[in-house]
T-cell receptor, first 112, second 110 residues
């Protein structure tokens, strides 16, 4: 199984809502990533979890809160988002450092 | 700062033609990878070339790497409409995370 799954596929939320994005992989990868991607731009790294510990937070606002409950799951909790946070949120995992990352299909988020 | 930069930013070709995309980067790398992204979907890994390799093939894909010029090229031969997508290069180095280039949007016209 070389698949990374993400739910939901689409999400519309108001600025006062709280929602969560979910990512799952069963490849035994020990590093997982959250990226944000705006239209016609490359993915921008948000968070990196390595062995279930947050190893990198690329100066992401606190309204984004990551969580890694176990080695297969990665969540991104959203609270009080702004319209400019509307984007495609991608999850990825990898087996070894600097090697191939496997991406999920993404969650398209619209903040109204 | 941005590491990989693709050239051209957009490319339109006819089906059956070859498509060449270039990527330049600024610092040392362990490897360089190319990914494809269909509209609004996740990225799919195409090929990885290590810093000690000069050329690699995978099906209709040919990647070259010139570490002296800090550049790489991706050639897609005999393109098909299904190759229409955005293509990103990504560089990797010890202790650093992937850095993606801005991407090339390829349109293959039937």
């Amino acid at each position: 199984d070389t698949e990374v799954t993400q739910t939901p596929k689409h999400l519309v939320m108001g600025m006062t809502n709280k929602k969560s994005l979910k990512c799952e992989q069963h490849m035994g990868h020990r590093a997982m990533y959250w990226y944000k991607q705006k239209a016609k731009k490359p993915p921008e790294l948000m968070f990196v979890y390595s062995y279930e510990k947050l190893s990198i937070n690329e100066s992401v606002p606190s309204r984004f809160s990551p969580e890694c409950p176990n080695s297969s799951l990665l969540n991104l909790h959203l609270h009080a988002l702004q319209p400019e946070d509307s984007a495609l949120y991608l999850c990825a995992s990898r087996e070894r450092a600097q090697e191939t990352q496997y991406f999920g299909p993404g969650t398209r988020l619209l903040v109204l | 700062s941005q590491q990989g930069e693709e050239d051209p930013q957009a490319l339109s070709i006819q089906e059956g033609e070859n498509a060449t995309m270039n990527c330049s980067y600024k610092t040392s790398i362990n490897n360089l990878q190319w990914y494809r992204q269909n509209s609004g979907r996740g990225l799919v890994h195409l090929i990885l070339i290590r810093s000690n390799e000069r050329e690699k093939h995978s099906g209709r894909l040919r990647v070259t790497l010139d570490t002296s010029k800090k550049s790489s090229s991706l050639l897609i031969t005999a393109s098909r409409a299904a190759d229409t997508a955005s293509y990103f290069c990504a560089t990797a180095f010890y202790g650093q995370n992937f850095v993606f280039g801005p991407g090339t949007r390829l349109s293959v016209l039937p």
